[in-house]
């Protein structure tokens, strides 16, 4: 069988140690002769995973004291709805900056729930989408927060610098970016993510938010969402996806073990660095992120022709370079090289785009 690599945005590829621990003590986990899915997410033994979980994460993404880590379920378009219910006051405004897709889906669900400025804040210049300058100082005190999406995974936009907002509490989806390197988290309010791109598998959801921002819900905020009965009930308010957050845990505890975030951002940069390079000096593909803001993540890129860019993903998925096809709002091609990826991976998508623009040129 030739090595099947899967660029899929997500549900994303997990890292293959991981797995193989899943599969060694799937059926008998931690001695209790029975898997992780099949036992109490009171138990002792599934409490301890729980809060060693959440040690983990602390350390690996240097989490400040004075902010929770909370697991919910409903995925990041379940918190679309669950941040403004949480932290958008009866009669306050929020502050919504759109890059693309996924902020702009964000900001249409907040609408069902109150008042909501939009601002876009792309640029267009040569061919190129790219992002603004995002100082928001001046106009961000009269919102109860902004709300951004650092890595816009269907496009391929990333904000590496955060916006200033003032004192305004700035919140941020980081579904797709979430501990692909260090941040400063002293710096947002809250931010949040689905698992299943770069932690772990669908049906989890992370919330990290600052302990002034909890017990301000509104008071019909479904309880399952409220911020403050997540906390007090240690994300256990009713019963989490223990086999997602177990996998979660695993995906922390394989990224300590592998030198923490500071070396995964060195992969990942150099990962993302070789492909665009390639795509750069290629006269055949093109990417059309402005270079400051192209992703690490999700990397995009066209023939410039549709009937070569749809042979491209058949014949690639036939040499095991698998899901490459664009998201259906932008056609093209898309890699998605979230941690888990190797470096080999990105080799063989290069070797692959090399011959492919050669046949075809
Ligand atoms: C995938 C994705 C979402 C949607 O996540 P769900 O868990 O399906 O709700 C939202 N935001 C970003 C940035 C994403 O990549």
Redesign the pocket.
């Known amino acids: 069988m030739t090595e099947v690599f899967n660029f899929s ?2 549900p994303a590829m997990m890292p293959k140690e991981v797995l193989q621990r899943v599969q060694a003590e799937l059926l008998d986990w931690e001695s209790l002769g029975t898997s992780v899915m099949e036992v109490s997410h009171r138990g002792a033994n599934f409490m301890a995973l729980a809060k060693r979980s959440i040690e983990d994460l602390r350390k690996l993404f240097n989490v400040p004291e004075n902010y929770q880590i909370l697991f919910a379920q ?7 709805a669950a941040i403004p219910m949480n932290l958008l006051s009866e009669n306050g405004k929020a502050l919504y900056l759109t890059s693309g ?3 702009g ?2 900001a249409k669900e907040a609408r069902l729930f109150g008042d909501i400025d939009e601002i876009n804040i792309l640029t267009e210049q040569d061919g190129k989408t790219g992002v603004k300058e995002l100082d928001f100082s001046d106009i961000a005190d009269q919102y109860d927060y902004v709300h951004y ?6 496009s391929g936009v990333e904000i590496f610098d955060v916006p200033n907002v003032g004192n305004t509490t700035l919140i941020a ?5 979430i501990l692909s390197r260090p941040i400063d988290i002293s710096k947002f309010g809250m931010i949040y ?5 770069n932690m772990g598998p ?1 049906g989890i ?1 992370l919330i990290i938010i600052r302990d002034d921002l909890i017990g301000k819900a509104r008071r019909s905020t479904p309880s399952v969402w409220n911020y403050q009965i997540l906390r007090d009930h240690d994300s256990m308010f009713n019963t989490p996806p223990t086999f997602a957050w177990y996998l979660c845990s695993l995906v922390f505890e394989n990224l300590l073990a592998n030198g923490g975030l500071e070396s995964v951002e060195l992969k990942n940069r150099a990962k993302a660095e070789l492909l665009y390079q390639y795509i750069d000096q290629s006269p055949f593909y093109r990417n059309n992120i402005a270079e400051a803001n192209r992703s690490l993540m ?1 990397v995009t890129f066209t023939t410039g022709n549709d009937e070569l860019n749809a042979k491209f993903v058949s014949e690639a998925n036939a040499a095991g370079l698998r899901a490459l096809k664009g998201h259906k709002v932008l056609g093209g091609m898309r890699a998605s090289i979230y941690n888990a990826m190797p470096i080999a991976g990105v080799e063989a998508l290069i070797a692959f785009m090399d011959k492919f623009a050669q046949e075809n040129q």
Not at 74 to 80: E, H, I, K, L, T
Not at 173 to 177: E, I, V
């Open positions: 945005a997500g409903g995925g990041a378009r379940g918190q679309f897709h996924w902020s889906a964000a999406c650092p890595n816009e995974t269907i989806d980081m579904s797709s970016n993510a689905g698992a299943q791109k669908a959801t999700n």
